[in-house]
Nanobody, 123 residues
Framework: VQLQASGGGLVQAGGSLRLSCAAS????????MGWFRQAPGKEREFVAA????????RYSDSVQGRFTISRDNTKNTVYLQMNSLKPDDTAVYYC?????????????????WGQGTLVTVSS
């Protein structure tokens, strides 16, 4: 499956952005989907994940209550709505997928990755 992330950009602190990740070449509804991010000089970290039917979501503590992950299996797309953005949210954001039932929060557990989209939050 191929993943294409989009929606990044420059936003002021307190603002919002919505990331999208479009999938092609596979059966999207069979994939757990996740968002990860990597800031300069830091390791890639888990942000959010969603189960195949949207019944379960998981978030990192740092984004809980501010970010919302969702998916539309009819459009083969997963979204990340980011509100109340902070400068610490500045990073390249990656979507990832794996054909599995249980949500995963480790980057090592994902097989497919998008190219990343840059989010910059100014103070």
């Amino acid at each position: 499956v191929q993943l294409q992330a989009s929606g990044g950009g420059l936003v002021q602190a307190g603002g919002s952005l919505r990331l999208s990740c479009a999938a092609s070449g596979g059966t999207f509804s069979r994939y757990v989907m996740g968002w990860f991010r990597q800031a300069p000089g830091k390791e890639r970290e888990f942000v959010a994940a969603i189960s195949r039917t949207s019944g379960t979501t998981r978030y990192s503590d740092s984004v809980q209550g501010r970010f919302t992950i969702s998916r539309d299996n009819t459009k083969n797309t997963v979204y990340l709505q980011m509100n109340s953005l902070k400068p610490d949210d500045t990073a390249v954001y990656y979507c990832a997928g794996r054909e599995v039932v249980i949500i995963r929060v480790s980057a090592r557990d994902y097989d497919y990755w998008g190219q990343g989209t840059l989010v910059t939050v100014s103070s």
